[in-house]
T-cell receptor, first 109, second 118 residues
Framework: KQEVTQIPAALSVPEGENLVLNCSFT??????LQWFRQDPGKGLTSLLL?????REQTSGRLNASLDKSSGRSTLYIAASQPGDSATYLC????????FGAGTTVTVRA | GAVVSQHPSWVICKSGTSVKIECRSL??????MFWYRQFPKQSLMLMAT?????????EQGVEKDKFLINHASLTLSTLTVTSAHPEDSSFYIC??????????????FGPGTRLTVL
């Protein structure tokens, strides 16, 4: 059974600082890995999807890396802003999506 | 493209009643849809996988007689919570897989339905 772990569980940083969110998974036989953002009481917003054959994906200030062999992915958010405050979920797709518990980010103005 | 809608966005019902939640893929066909549940401050847990024209596959611990899933068309799946009780109060989210996309493994998520059972 796929297990997904996200560290840290919570993170508070001053505005402008770079964010590093970590995700690890136990079974490397995956199709892809996806990072989502979830605001309180809301649904999921897809941020980045990395196919199993890729090493990284970038979108604006976001960059996600994938090391399938070691079962790790990292989401980098450059120059954080208060609007980046949310919970970030990592999900691993091995036909089914298995979610981590999330990292709750607070960016202080 | 790849938009998934859910209806209703929120519902409040009395204990013992049944509630139906719809999940629609608006601009693509989805042979497979997924239903998730999220309790407060917890992550999403897969409840069941819904395949068009066949019975749903439920995850361990999910009561199939309580959570009825119907996937009658390529764009619609429904989840019916039967005889709802307060402990069923949760955020229910569906997703759909776009079979038209090469690889076809990305899931697109609906906005979720907040169920509150009094």
């Amino acid at each position: 059974k796929q297990e997904v772990t996200q560290i840290p569980a919570a993170l508070s940083v001053p505005e402008g600082e770079n964010l590093v969110l970590n995700c690890s998974f136990t079974d490397s036989a995956i199709y892809n890995l996806q990072w989502f953002r979830q605001d309180p009481g809301k649904g999921l917003t897809s941020l980045l999807l990395i196919q199993s054959s890729q090493r990284e994906q970038t979108s604006g200030r976001l960059n996600a890396s994938l090391d399938k062999s070691s079962g790790r992915s990292t989401l980098y958010i450059a120059a954080s802003q208060p609007g980046d405050s949310a919970t970030y979920l990592c999900a691993v797709n091995d036909y089914k999506l298995s979610f981590g518990a999330g990292t709750t980010v607070t960016v202080r103005a | 493209g790849a938009v998934v809608s859910q209806h209703p966005s929120w519902v409040i019902c009395k204990s013992g009643t049944s509630v139906k939640i719809e999940c629609r893929s608006l601009d693509f066909q989805a042979t497979t849809m997924f239903w998730y549940r999220q309790f407060p401050k917890q992550s999403l847990m897969l409840m069941a996988t819904s395949n068009e024209g066949s019975k749903a596959t439920y995850e361990q611990g999910v009561e199939k007689d309580k959570f009825l899933i119907n996937h009658a068309s390529l764009t619609l799946s429904t989840l019916t919570v039967t005889s709802a009780h307060p402990e069923d109060s949760s955020f229910y989210i569906c997703s759909a897989r776009d079979v038209g996309v090469a690889g076809g493994n990305e899931q697109f998520f609906g906005p979720g339905t907040r169920l509150t059972v009094l």
